[in-house]
């Protein structure tokens, strides 16, 4: 059997802001792409304590120029808003899978 091999691609956060559309809150991300392609679907590793990683999926994606998108992750709530604005990602590289 051969062996699937997973595709990672590499984020450079720019800027961290919330948005509401249609009545949804989402966290978003303004990247630029430096290495491979991201996706809807896409699972976005963010660091969370102590070297340890957590994954969450990207709901939406807006191109927004050459090698730039913002990505959207819905949340659920306020908390959920304050706990990822609070991972302070402004300026941190990301791997997408």
Known sequence: MKEQLKMYSEIQVENIF???VDEKIFFVLACRIVAG???VGSNMSLPFSAGLDMTIPIDEIDVTGDQRIEIKVHCNDQEEIEFLLGLNLNGEALVVE
């Open 37 to 39: 392609e991201v996706t």
């Open 18 to 20: 919330t948005k509401s």
